[in-house]
């Protein structure tokens, strides 16, 4: 289990991330969202203690990361595939890896096998990988000691199509034997296929957190679109029905297509569109919450982040 309390950290009059938390179940990969700058990478560079918390705590199997012994053979760590020696070879690498965290060697070849980086890749040093490459070789790294967590950040970033059906499958089969993934990613679809739960991130703050389920299946209502927007804004008001703003001149209300239909008809309204919405993917619950509208800020509700995660 990964569990996260309270974490803040403050860099002068700068608060990078505030008041953090949430956990990450065994059997379960949580796919940890939030735009440039949220503190997504801050916060994941505190569980792994290398950044100190201002106030809060972390731990990983329940200490601190810092206090596990010999961590790589528990946790698997990805936060920076360029932070690799670029002189060595990719099997000089794992090699290295193995020998201080006391596995087998032929673990190194299981494991670049594992991750597609061929004999000839291997024997090329680590300066000459394009961005692909060296996610491999990192997810390689992390996955040598044979760990039960995998903490990654940005693990697909570089990685071709069949490379991230492959990342994919692999996190899932990871958690399906009983892992613990905490996942961060820019790429919201994969994300969305692979993840159990997630935990969106904005301004330093939680926005959301829970299962899959309980964050996109939710009632979807009507589109409607009217020659005046605002007639159509009043007009559902004085019916009792509550609209929000899409953000591209329509509105979603969580009400029958009929009666929609009538409280226009009531005051004359002029209706150039009236659908079933589309049901709530990632991409439109990660928008929502990042770039909220006045209108749609009081609708969004985050659940609360102990009682989402028991």
Known sequence: MISVENLTKRYREVTAVENVSFRCEPGTVTGFLGPNGAGKSTTMRMICGLTPPTTGTATVKGVPYRRISNPGRHVGVLLDAAAQHSGRTGRETLALTAQILGVDQKRVGQMLDR???????????????????????GIAQALLGDPSVLILDEPANGLDPEGIHWMRSMLRDFADRG????????????????????????????????????????????????????????????????????????????????????????????????????????????????????????????????????
């Open 115 to 137: 991750v597609g980086l061929s004999t000839k890749a291997a024997k090329r040093r680590v300066g000459g990988y394009s961005l692909g490459m060296r996610q491999r070789l």
């Open 179 to 310: 892992g613990t993934v905490l996942l961060s990613s820019h790429l919201l679809l994969e994300v969305e296929a692979v993840a159990d739960r997630f935990v969106v991130i904005a301004g330093g703050r939680v926005a959301a957190q829970g299962a899959k389920d309980e964050l996109l299946t939710q009632p979807t209502g009507v589109v409607v679109r009217a020659l005046d927007g605002a007639a159509l804004q009043s007009a559902l008001a004085q019916a009792g029905l509550s609209a929000r703003p899409d953000g591209q001149g329509a509105f979603v209300v969580d009400a029958p297509a009929e009666a929609v239909g009538r409280a226009a008809a009531a005051t004359g309204t002029v209706l150039l569109e009236l659908r079933q919405a589309s049901g709530g993917g990632l991409e439109e619950l990660f928008l929502s919450l990042i770039n909220p509208s006045p209108a749609d800020a009081p609708t969004v509700a985050a659940p609360a982040p102990q009682e989402t995660l028991r």
